[in-house]
T-cell receptor, first 116, second 110 residues
Framework: NAGVTQTPKFQVLKTGQSMTLQCAQD?????MYWYRQDPGMGLRLIYY???????DKGEVPNGYNVSRLNKREFSLRLESAAPSQTSVYFC???????????????FGSGTQLSVL | SQQGEEDPQALSIQEGENATMNCSYK?????LQWYRQNSGRGLVHLIL?????REKHSGRLRVTLDTSKKSSSLLITASRAADTASYFC??????????FGPGTSLSVIP
């Protein structure tokens, strides 16, 4: 049982390049999230998906797009990477909306992205 | 959406001492969760307390919730070097996205 799997673990991009961060969960969760964490700071929500087929903006969505491909997978795309997007990216999933009572988030191990 | 604010920002204690960190929030909540993050890793869920609960225990962790003061505290008793990490609270309202505060960085000195 892998939980939440993120790929790649590390990536270096040049300014203007594009890439997609992949996330998959095997817990049959409805909700999935993408966060970024800059050094010494907390997590900031980029986008989330409450259920398959829906996505919504978080705190810092500019410069990113997401796709909820199916219930398992939620990808994050940087169309034209900028140095300000250098960060560690975390994907998470939960069953929050299914129960409506609050469920814990399960996190992936993160993707360390550097944009030169 | 709802963001918690942890206090203090940083805390340094000796091994064996207790560590207390606090979380304040602004509006009514459905539940509040605490997470731990070891350096460079994803967050790990510690404990969830619902709005109708006042106190909850899990091993060496004790969480309290005071909805009248809109605050929560996390107590780690008999701390160990392995407790060194950042701790985040996440207050939640129904059908809400999960937003984290800046966290408390705890250092436990052997």
């Amino acid at each position: 049982n892998a939980g939440v799997t993120q790929t790649p673990k590390f990536q270096v991009l040049k300014t203007g390049q594009s890439m997609t961060l992949q996330c998959a969960q095997d817990m049959n969760h409805n909700s999935m999230y993408w966060y970024r964490q800059d050094p010494g700071m907390g997590l900031r929500l980029i986008y989330y998906s409450a259920s398959e087929g829906t996505t919504d903006k978080g705190e810092v969505p500019n410069g990113y797009n997401v796709s909820r491909l199916n219930k398992r997978e939620f990808s994050l795309r940087l169309e034209s990477a900028a140095p300000s997007q250098t960060s560690v990216y975390f994907c998470a999933s939960s069953d929050y909306l299914m129960t409506g009572r609050g469920e814990k988030l399960f996190f992936g191990s993160g993707t360390q992205l550097s944009v030169l | 959406s709802q963001q918690g604010e942890e206090d203090p920002q940083a805390l340094s204690i000796q091994e064996g001492e207790n560590a207390t960190m606090n979380c304040s929030y602004k509006t009514s909540i459905n539940n509040l969760q605490w997470y731990r993050q070891n350096s460079g890793r994803g967050l790990v869920h510690l404990i969830l307390i619902r709005s109708n609960e006042r106190e909850k225990h899990s091993g060496r962790l004790r969480v309290t919730l005071d909805t009248s003061k809109k605050s929560s505290s996390l107590l780690i008793t008999a701390s160990r070097a392995a407790d060194t990490a950042s701790y985040f609270c996440a207050p939640q309202t129904s059908y809400d996205k999960v937003i984290f505060g800046p966290g408390t960085s705890l250092s436990v000195i052997p």
